[in-house]
T-cell receptor, first 116, second 113 residues
Framework: DTGVSQNPRHKITKRGQNVTFRCDPI?????LYWYRQTLGQGPEFLTY????????KSRLLSDRFSAERPKGSFSTLEIQRTEQGDSAMYLC??????????????FGPGTRLLVL | QQQVKQSPQSLIVQKGGISIINCAYE??????FPWYQQFPGKGPALLIA?????SEKKEGRFTISFNKSAKQFSLHIMDSQPGDSATYFC????????????FGAGTRLFVKA
């Protein structure tokens, strides 16, 4: 396994359209996190899953955002009715609580979203 | 209380010099303090991390110094190289919070050859 993968890497969309991003974590990592990073800032936590359960959502995650991890493996992040303020890099990270090392998160390359 | 404050915002160091980046936190529930390195267009990569029960951790040219009473920690990059030019983020997380990570705003490091 070569690490966390995210698709697509880049997405350009028009305001009002819906977009969906996918994250494939490292195999057997049972925790998966989503972060958002705007230019010149550090990543901001959005939500995280342990297996298929979504355990916490940030206030940043408005009702236009929804995340799923249906079988405890890959995850999707959907943004409905995109706004220009949604333009950012969306990062996914995974970690493995089963092996005991819960703290270390491995990040994917991110999906860069541009809303026109 | 969830913030992690990082300074400086940018840093220019001569090749071979020492780069020092400082961070401060408020939430005493934090129990894991990683540093990440990020190159343009890439995701953050874990560089080194420390838990609050130790005051220093060294891995190669990278050292974290941790002051629990002051709620501060810093990254020292010894013998800085042009390849170290990147953005560095300090961060903090807590096992009670599912290790969701709170990041500092980042320091853009440029190492002059």
């Amino acid at each position: 396994d070569t690490g966390v993968s995210q698709n697509p890497r880049h997405k350009i969309t028009k305001r009002g359209q819906n977009v969906t991003f996918r994250c494939d974590p490292i195999s057997e990592h049972n925790r998966l996190y989503w972060y958002r990073q705007t230019l010149g800032q550090g990543p901001e936590f959005l939500t995280y899953f342990q297996n298929e359960a979504q355990l916490e959502k940030s206030r940043l995650l408005s009702d236009r955002f929804s995340a799923e991890r249906p079988k405890g493996s890959f995850s999707t992040l959907e943004i409905q009715r995109t706004e220009q303020g949604d333009s950012a890099m969306y990062l996914c990270a995974s970690s493995a609580s089963r092996t005991g090392n819960q703290e270390t998160q491995y990040f994917g390359p991110g999906t860069r979203l541009l809303v026109l | 209380q969830q913030q992690v404050k990082q300074s400086p915002q940018s840093l220019i160091v001569q090749k071979g010099g020492i780069s020092i980046i400082n961070c401060a936190y408020e939430n005493t529930a934090f129990d894991y303090f990683p540093w990440y390195q990020q190159f343009p267009g890439k995701g953050p990569a874990l560089l080194i991390a420390i838990r609050p029960d130790v005051s220093e951790k060294k891995e190669g040219r990278f050292t974290i110094s941790f002051n629990k009473s002051a709620k501060q920690f810093s990254l020292h990059i010894m013998d800085s190289q042009p390849g170290d030019s990147a953005t560095y983020f300090c961060a903090a997380s807590a096992h009670t919070g599912g290790f969701k990570t709170i990041f500092g705003a980042g320091t853009r490091l440029f190492v002059k050859a």
